[in-house]
Structures are given as C-alpha cells and as structure tokens.
C-alpha cells in the first residue's frame, strides 16, 4: 500500500478520533499537521470544505472521521474494535455525533447562543453522560469488556465536555464516566496521537 497523507489538526476531536483508529491499525500514514487559519492548498485541492480530518490513499480521499476510522479497521483491526458488526457500535455513534455534539457546542461556547445559560446546554449534555454511566455499570468499556471504535470514537467528545469545567466535572456523580476518560486520557494510544509534531 502506497503511504496515506491525515490531514489533521492536533485538538480537534474529529480528527483526533481519525488518528486514533489509523495509529490503532499499525498503518503507515503520514500524519500533516494543519493550522486552521493557513490551511495548505494541497488539502483544499483534495476537499475545498476545508475541515480537517482529511484522508488521500491510493488517489482516494476520505473527509469524514468516522469514515477514515472505518477505512483503518478494515485493513487492520486486531482488537476487534468494530464489535464484529454490532449495531450498538454506530447507533452509540451517531447519538454523539448528532445529539450530543449539539449540546457540546452549545455548551463550550455558551456566548455565541445567549438565548439560554450556559448550564442549561450543560444540563442537556448531560443525558448523554447519564447514558454512558449506565452503559459503564455493565462493562469496563462502553458496549463491551474491551475497548471499542464506540469507546474511540466518543472519547475525544466527552473530553472535551469534561474540560469546559473541570471542577463541575470532577464533582458530579459520574464516576464510572470520569474513570473511563481518564484510563482513555492515559492510554499509551491517546498520548502517542497527541504528542505535539
């Protein structure tokens, strides 16, 4: 296999979710580190929406995470993250990407939507905490006893809940929740795909 090109931006949970499941796969792409306010045109010529994460391999190109993440697993996915086909596994997914993230941004920049207080976002995002908690009372990891692309692909999102207000989060009562992100924050895989290039 001709080497890929990731696109990426090191914070943003999207890409970093990207780089996880590439890293995770033993594959050999290049990783391009990209300021979003000079974004290269070599990755505009590939995806003039301009967002990061952006996958080229052999003259494909994939623009979405979750995409790129299912692209990795199917060359290489020794830990059985995909759950073997578990419907769980997207449906979990998708809840975060499109509920959740919602919540997350509201949340996070609370002044750019005065229309309600910021602990009102917060308290939205939290049913989906709340559903994590409970998911986490059955297992170590989200939908099994092992990590999965559920686990992977939510964590960098719940980080960044979690890092709004770090107190308020160390507080609340989800401690299955907070034990979970912090064996994620800690992992070997998390701190090698966030080591600064």
Sequence with gaps: MSE???YSFRRCP?????RLAVRY???PVQIIEVSLKAKPAEM????????????????QVI?????????ALAQHDPDDWLLQGDPRVQELIAENDQVFKH????YKYAERYPEQPMEHYR??????LQKLEALLARNDYLLAEHLSLADMALAPFVRQFAHVDREWFACTPY??????????LESPLFVAVMAKP
């Design 123 to 128: 308290a939205e995002g939290e049913v989906f």
């Design 4 to 6: 890929a090109l990731l």
């Design 25 to 27: 796969s033993g594959l």
């Design 44 to 59: 505009l010529a590939l995806s003039p929406k301009g967002t990061v994460p952006v996958l080229c391999v052999g003259g």
């Design 103 to 106: 919540h997350l941004n509201r």
């Design 63 to 71: 623009e979405e995470s979750l995409d790129i993440m299912h692209w």
């Design 14 to 18: 999207y890409a970093m979710r990207a």
């Design 175 to 184: 401690h299955r929740l907070q034990t979970w992100l912090q064996r994620f």
